[in-house]
């Protein structure tokens, strides 16, 4: 039957069985009034001959829009259903924010709680207090999430929360990328899950910000490591002596625990990490025998790396104190304790060390290190070049 006019709907008994209007070979559109002179709603019903089954998909009221533009309204919701189910797509509803959850367990049983926990930790402070977070992935568009871009992208980031007087500061580009790196995948997996069919509403919407990551933290050399660590308070200077000896990210060294590091065999373990699983790595005996004194007296439970009191360390507690000491070694202000890293992934580079176990021992991609390092080779290939003369 026909549903296209105000009237011919107006006219309809009210029942729970809906009305169908075709639009196309096993395609229709259904209009359900339950109750005398109210609104109806609207679904779509999709026949699949392969499998002799129909599916159906409720599309709304549409209310919002006049009784006249309701029907056509409906008939293009129900077009870009079938052409979602055309191309392959999946039956279910899924929103954004199911999306996320759903990548969310997909990363943790692919590569660990550590990058579970800090993607989830994303979604939760820039996707599921948003609107956006509501909207059925089917229905996302580029606008949508240009909106979602453009709202986070202007909130300030707090600095020193716990403090008395906290500060406030732009949001870096490179902590714009991060997030919106973790949403495209969320909604990439959806995609190859079939949950939508099109990745046209993020594709240029959550492109990333170029060079946003800007210069590399400052090299420091052996000397001025050392300037580093003997101008740092006790605690401090263990902290950036460890740092010294693995290429590990700070954050994840402060996480050790005395558990963490396996004397009997010289191991370390690396676990809540950017890089996901854990990670062993192998240490010399020199290195072994630091660490093994840090762990002297202390229950496995315990940190492996203490501030002065048994505490845990934290980017906020050694942020300052590592400015003072850098300082007063009369060192660059950009110096911070991920220079440390940096140097040490930078020296094992320029001393011959193969990208990949660079890229293995620091928890990173081989691809990261070719970006960042893989042009300080420039002499090694050059003295390989010079052994081919004849």
């Known amino acids: 039957m026909s549903l296209n006019t105000v009237d011919t709907r107006v006219k309809l008994k009210a029942r729970k069985t809906p009305y169908w209007h075709k639009l196309a070979s096993g395609q229709h559109i259904g209009y359900r009034k339950l109750n005398a002179g109210a609104d109806g709603t609207w679904l779509a ?16 009221a549409f209310d919002h829009l006049p009784a006249n533009k309701r029907f056509d309204a409906a008939s293009d919701a129900a077009r870009e259903w079938f052409k979602h189910l055309n191309q392959g797509g999946g039956t279910d509803v899924v929103t954004v924010r199911q999306a996320c959850e759903h990548y969310v367990e997909h990363v943790r049983s692919d590569k660990g709680d550590a990058k579970a926990d800090d993607i989830k930790a994303r979604f939760t402070r820039r996707v599921y207090d948003d609107k956006l977070a509501k909207i059925e992935l089917q229905k996302l568009t580029e606008r949508h999430v240009e909106a979602w871009r453009k709202a986070f992208t202007k909130t300030p980031v707090i600095v020193n929360p716990h403090a008395e007087n906290p500060t406030s500061r732009e949001r870096s580009p490179s902590s714009v990328n991060r997030d919106m790196t973790a949403l495209r995948a ?162 094992l580079v320029t001393n011959g060390l193969d990208l990949l176990t660079v890229a293995q021992l620091s928890g990173t991609s081989v691809a990261m290190i070719e970006k960042h390092y893989g042009h300080l080779r420039a002499e090694h290939a050059a003295a390989a070049l010079a052994t081919l003369v004849l």
Not at 45 to 59: E, G, H, I, N, V
């Open 45 to 60: 019903q999709a026949y699949d001959a392969d499998t002799r089954k129909q599916t159906r998909r409720s599309l709304g």
């Open 186 to 347: 969320a909604l990439n997996f959806a995609r190859s899950q079939r949950a939508v069919t099109s990745d046209i509403a993020w594709l240029y919407a959550l492109r990333p910000i170029k060079n946003a990551d800007g210069k590399r933290d400052a090299y420091l050399d052996r000397t001025q490591r050392l300037a580093l660590i003997n101008k740092a308070s006790a605690d401090v200077a263990t902290l950036l002596r460890g740092l010294s000896l693995v290429p590990i990210r700070p954050g994840a060294l402060a996480a050790l625990t005395v558990s963490s590091f396996d004397k009997r065999l010289g191991v370390l373990t690396i676990g809540k990490d950017k890089a996901g699983r854990d990670r062993k790595i192998k240490l010399p005996k020199v290195t072994a025998e630091f660490f093994e004194a840090q762990s002297k007296d202390k229950t496995p439970a315990a940190p492996l790396l203490a501030r002065s009191g048994g505490k845990t360390w934290d980017k906020d507690a050694w942020k300052k104190p590592v400015k003072a000491a850098a300082l007063a070694a009369e060192l660059p202000a950009s110096v911070t304790a991920y220079a440390m890293r940096h140097s040490v992934i930078t020296d």
